[in-house]
C-alpha cells in the first residue's frame, strides 16, 4: 500500500498541543487515530524518546516511507542496546524492545520536517516491561500506592535553571541586584522572554504549567551574566509528572542551543550564589478530594502520618534525588536549601513544606471585584438581553458555593531537597513508597514522629541552634546518601518496585564519587569546588 502524506501543512501544528490536533484526550488516542493523523498531516519523521541512568532523554529516529512501516514501527517498537543505556545490564545480553506510549504523544517544536515525537516503555527480550527501567518504576510506584492507601498520588516539579550569555552593552543596561533576582521583571531580568518561549513549547508537548518567573540567583562572572529561573507545574498524575519534566528539559536545552545561549540545570554553578532545586509538590487525592486538609481545612492526620513517612526515609530519598558531589555544595546551612530532616507550614527552612494554601474561606477576588460575578437574578435587571443573562448566570453557577473548596483542592506538600541531578521516575517513586511507609505505621507511631520533627521557627537562626541539634540532618555527600539508601534499601524493595539491581546500581554510583570526607576536602582545596562545578554543569 502506497503510503500518500499531504505536502503542505493545512495549519502549522507545531502550534497546537496534540490533543487540539486530535480532538481527544490522552487518554483516548488509538492507533488509528495517530495513522489518520500522520496520514493527514504530512508527517514524515517519528521520533521515539525514552529517559536512561544518565537522566537524559535519548532519541530513535524514523522515516516514513509508508503506513505499513508505521505501523509496524508503533506496535513493534525497535530494539535497542540497554548496556549502552543502563548500567545494570550486560553486554552479553543487552537487547531491550522501545515501545511508543500513545498517550505521550507531540508534535518536536525544532523539527523542520513535520515530525511526530513518543515517550517510550523499555520491555525485555521475553516481551515483558523491564522491572528496572525508570519508567516502569514510577508505574509500579503508583499502582502499589493505590492498592495499599486507596488514594492516587499526585505531584508537580518547580523546575529551575540558570540561564547565561555574553554581557554585551545591552546586557549592561539596567543591572540586575546579585541575588535579588525574585520575580524580576525586565529591563533588570534579561532572559524573561526566553523562559515564556520555553514555556509555551513545553505546554505544547502537553506539559501542565502553573507558572514562570525569574528566582533569586543572578551574578555576572567570566563576562557573561547569568540568571536563575523557575517554571513550576500543576499537580498531576505522578507519571505524567515525570514525563513533563523530561520532556521539559529536554525544551530547554534545546531552545537554548537555538539561540546561542547556555543553560545549566546543576544544583550549584557558582561558590555564594543561589543553587538549584527541584521541589516536588505531593497531593493525595481520593474520589476528587484532596486528603492532605480536614473537613475544616486544616492539615489532616493523613497528611502528618505521609510526612512521617517523609521524615523516616528522608536521607535515603536523596540518594534518588542528589545523586553528584554538587548536590551537597547546594545542601549547606544558613541557605534556603534544607539540612535538617523537619517540616513545617509555611516554613522555607525546613525540608517538608506546607505552603500557604487558600483555605481561609475569604473570597479575596469578590473583596477586590464586589460585581465580578454579576447580579445574582440577572435576568430581573433591565435592559440585560436573554442571552447576556445566560452568560452571567452560568458564570455565576460556576462559582462553587463553598468558598474554600477550590482552595482545598490546591493545597500540596513540598519536598525541597532534591535537584536536576535526579533520576526524576526513581525521585518520584520513592516519594510515594515514603509516603506509603508513613501510612503503614501506626496512626500513633506516625503522629508521633510527624509531632517531634514539626518546626515552628527559622531551624537555621543562631537562637534555633540547640533545636536543630535535635534534629537528624541530610546527607553531606553521596556516599552518606548511599549508606543510608543500603540501611533502608529493603523498605523501597519491600513491594516489587525497586529491583535489587536497580538499588545496587544506585549505590555503586554513588559511591564512585568516593566523597564521604568532600566537606574536608573543600575547606584545604579552595579550587575544588570550581573543578566540581565544571565537571557537573551539564548534568
Same mark, same amino acid.
Not at 541575588?179 to 513545553?202: L, V, W
Given at each position: 500500500?502506497?503510503?500518500?502524506?499531504?505536502?503542505?501543512?493545512?495549519?502549522?501544528?507545531?502550534?497546537?498541543?496534540?490533543?487540539?490536533?486530535?480532538?481527544?484526550?490522552?487518554?483516548?488516542?488509538?492507533?488509528?487515530?495517530?495513522?489518520?493523523?500522520?496520514?493527514?498531516?504530512?508527517?514524515?519523521?517519528?521520533?521515539?524518546?525514552?529517559?536512561?541512568?544518565?537522566?537524559?532523554?535519548?532519541?530513535?529516529?524514523?522515516?516514513?516511507?509508508?503506513?505499513?512501516?508505521?505501523?509496524?514501527?508503533?506496535?513493534?517498537?525497535?530494539?535497542?542496546?540497554?548496556?549502552?543505556?543502563?548500567?545494570?545490564?550486560?553486554?552479553?545480553?543487552?537487547?531491550?524492545?522501545?515501545?511508543?506510549?500513545?498517550?505521550?504523544?507531540?508534535?518536536?517544536?525544532?523539527?523542520?520536517?513535520?515530525?511526530?515525537?513518543?515517550?517510550?516503555?523499555?520491555?525485555?527480550?521475553?516481551?515483558?516491561?523491564?522491572?528496572?527501567?525508570?519508567?516502569?518504576?514510577?508505574?509500579?510506584?503508583?499502582?502499589?500506592?493505590?492498592?495499599?492507601?486507596?488514594?492516587?498520588?499526585?505531584?508537580?516539579?518547580?523546575?529551575?535553571?540558570?540561564?547565561?550569555?555574553?554581557?554585551?552593552?545591552?546586557?549592561?543596561?539596567?543591572?540586575?541586584?546579585?541575588?535579588?533576582?525574585?520575580?524580576?521583571?525586565?529591563?533588570?531580568?534579561?532572559?524573561?522572554?526566553?523562559?515564556?518561549?520555553?514555556?509555551?513549547?513545553?505546554?505544547?508537548?502537553?506539559?501542565?504549567?502553573?507558572?514562570?518567573?525569574?528566582?533569586?540567583?543572578?551574578?555576572?562572572?567570566?563576562?557573561?551574566?547569568?540568571?536563575?529561573?523557575?517554571?513550576?507545574?500543576?499537580?498531576?498524575?505522578?507519571?505524567?509528572?515525570?514525563?513533563?519534566?523530561?520532556?521539559?528539559?529536554?525544551?530547554?536545552?534545546?531552545?537554548?542551543?537555538?539561540?546561542?545561549?547556555?543553560?545549566?540545570?546543576?544544583?550549584?554553578?557558582?561558590?555564594?550564589?543561589?543553587?538549584?532545586?527541584?521541589?516536588?509538590?505531593?497531593? =493525595?487525592?481520593?474520589?476528587?478530594?484532596?486528603? &492532605?486538609?480536614?473537613?475544616?481545612? /486544616?492539615?489532616?492526620? #493523613? +497528611?502528618? %502520618?505521609?510526612?512521617?513517612?517523609?521524615?523516616?526515609?528522608?536521607?535515603?530519598?536523596?540518594?534518588?534525588?542528589?545523586?553528584?558531589?554538587?548536590?551537597?555544595?547546594?545542601?549547606?546551612?544558613?541557605?534556603?536549601?534544607?539540612?535538617?530532616?523537619?517540616?513545617?507550614?509555611?516554613?522555607?527552612?525546613?525540608?517538608?513544606?506546607?505552603?500557604?494554601?487558600?483555605?481561609?474561606?475569604?473570597?479575596?477576588?469578590?473583596?477586590?471585584?464586589?460585581?465580578?460575578?454579576?447580579?445574582?437574578?440577572?435576568?430581573?435587571?433591565?435592559?440585560?438581553?436573554?442571552?447576556?443573562?445566560?452568560?452571567?448566570?452560568?458564570?455565576?453557577?460556576?462559582?462553587?458555593?463553598?468558598?474554600?473548596?477550590?482552595?482545598?483542592?490546591?493545597?500540596?506538600?513540598?519536598?525541597?531537597?532534591?535537584?536536576?541531578?535526579?533520576?526524576?521516575?526513581?525521585?518520584?517513586?520513592? =516519594?510515594?513508597?515514603?509516603?506509603?511507609?508513613? &501510612?503503614?505505621?501506626?496512626?500513633? /507511631?506516625?503522629?508521633? #514522629? +510527624?509531632? %517531634?520533627?514539626?518546626?515552628?521557627?527559622?531551624?537555621?537562626?543562631?537562637?534555633?541552634?540547640?533545636?536543630?541539634?535535635?534534629?537528624?540532618?541530610?546527607?553531606?555527600?553521596?556516599?552518606?546518601?548511599?549508606?543510608?539508601?543500603?540501611?533502608?534499601?529493603?523498605?523501597?524493595?519491600?513491594?516489587?518496585?525497586?529491583?535489587?539491581?536497580?538499588?545496587?546500581?544506585?549505590?555503586?554510583?554513588?559511591?564512585?564519587?568516593?566523597?564521604?570526607?568532600?566537606?574536608?576536602?573543600?575547606?584545604?582545596?579552595?579550587?575544588?569546588?570550581?573543578?566540581?562545578?565544571?565537571?557537573?554543569?551539564?548534568?
Amino acid at each position: 500500500m502506497a503510503f500518500v502524506a499531504k505536502s503542505t501543512f493545512v495549519m502549522d501544528i507545531r502550534n497546537h498541543t496534540f490533543t487540539e490536533l486530535i480532538g481527544k484526550s490522552d487518554a483516548g488516542f488509538k492507533l488509528a487515530d495517530i495513522i489518520r493523523f500522520v496520514r493527514d498531516n504530512g508527517i514524515r519523521m517519528v521520533n521515539f524518546m525514552y529517559p536512561a541512568a544518565d537522566g537524559r532523554l535519548k532519541t530513535l529516529n524514523f522515516t516514513l516511507h509508508s503506513e505499513e512501516y508505521l505501523i509496524s514501527v508503533l506496535t513493534c517498537g525497535e530494539r535497542v542496546d540497554g548496556s549502552s543505556l543502563f548500567p545494570f545490564i550486560e553486554a552479553g545480553n543487552s537487547d531491550l524492545y522501545v515501545v511508543p506510549r500513545l498517550s505521550t504523544a507531540f508534535i518536536d517544536p525544532f523539527a523542520e520536517l513535520p515530525t511526530l515525537c513518543f515517550l517510550c516503555a523499555y520491555f525485555d527480550k521475553d516481551g515483558k516491561r523491564l522491572e528496572c527501567s525508570p519508567e516502569y518504576t514510577l508505574h509500579k510506584a503508583m499502582e502499589k500506592f493505590t492498592e495499599k492507601t486507596g488514594m492516587r498520588f499526585e505531584a508537580m516539579g518547580e523546575l529551575e535553571y540558570y540561564v547565561s550569555a555574553p554581557e554585551d552593552e545591552q546586557m549592561q543596561a539596567y543591572p540586575a541586584t546579585d541575588q535579588k533576582g525574585y520575580h524580576e521583571s525586565a529591563p533588570f531580568a534579561k532572559f524573561n522572554d526566553f523562559r515564556t518561549e520555553c514555556m509555551y513549547y513545553i505546554m505544547l508537548a502537553g506539559g501542565k504549567i502553573k507558572y514562570g518567573h525569574s528566582e533569586v540567583g543572578t551574578f555576572r562572572a567570566d563576562g557573561k551574566i547569568w540568571e536563575q529561573n523557575e517554571i513550576e507545574f500543576l499537580p498531576v498524575e505522578a507519571e505524567q509528572a515525570a514525563d513533563s519534566l523530561m520532556i521539559a528539559k529536554w525544551i530547554i536545552r534545546n531552545l537554548a542551543y537555538r539561540y546561542g545561549l547556555e543553560v545549566s540545570f546543576a544544583p550549584k554553578i557558582a561558590e555564594g550564589k543561589a543553587g538549584s532545586g527541584l521541589h516536588i509538590h505531593m497531593r =493525595l487525592m481520593k474520589d476528587g478530594r484532596n486528603m &492532605l486538609l480536614d473537613e475544616n481545612g /486544616k492539615i489532616s492526620d #493523613i +497528611a502528618r %502520618r505521609a510526612i512521617a513517612g517523609l521524615m523516616e526515609l528522608a536521607t535515603s530519598i536523596t540518594a534518588f534525588g542528589n545523586t553528584n558531589p554538587t548536590s551537597y555544595l547546594r545542601l549547606v546551612p544558613h541557605q534556603e536549601a534544607p539540612t535538617n530532616v523537619c517540616w513545617g507550614d509555611r516554613n522555607r527552612s525546613v525540608l517538608v513544606r506546607i505552603p500557604l494554601g487558600w483555605t481561609s474561606g475569604k473570597d479575596m477576588f469578590s473583596e477586590l471585584n464586589p460585581d465580578a460575578y454579576g447580579d445574582p437574578h440577572p435576568a430581573s435587571a433591565p435592559g440585560v438581553k436573554p442571552d447576556e443573562a445566560d452568560r452571567r448566570e452560568s458564570c455565576a453557577d460556576s462559582v462553587p458555593a463553598d468558598s474554600g473548596r477550590l482552595g482545598a483542592v490546591k493545597q500540596t506538600m513540598e519536598i525541597r531537597s532534591a535537584d536536576c541531578s535526579a533520576d526524576i521516575y526513581q525521585l518520584l517513586s520513592a =516519594l510515594s513508597i515514603a509516603c506509603s511507609y508513613g &501510612l503503614s505505621l501506626s496512626p500513633e /507511631k506516625a503522629l508521633e #514522629i +510527624a509531632a %517531634r520533627t514539626y518546626v515552628d521557627v527559622d531551624i537555621h537562626k543562631a537562637e534555633n541552634e540547640s533545636r536543630a541539634k535535635r534534629l537528624e540532618h541530610l546527607p553531606d555527600s553521596c556516599m552518606a546518601s548511599a549508606a543510608s539508601l543500603e540501611a533502608q534499601r529493603d523498605i523501597y524493595e519491600a513491594d516489587g518496585i525497586f529491583r535489587p539491581e536497580m538499588t545496587d546500581a544506585v549505590i555503586r554510583r554513588l559511591c564512585q564519587f568516593d566523597d564521604l570526607d568532600l566537606r574536608d576536602r573543600l575547606r584545604h582545596n579552595k579550587n575544588l569546588e570550581l573543578e566540581l562545578v565544571r565537571k557537573f554543569f551539564w548534568c
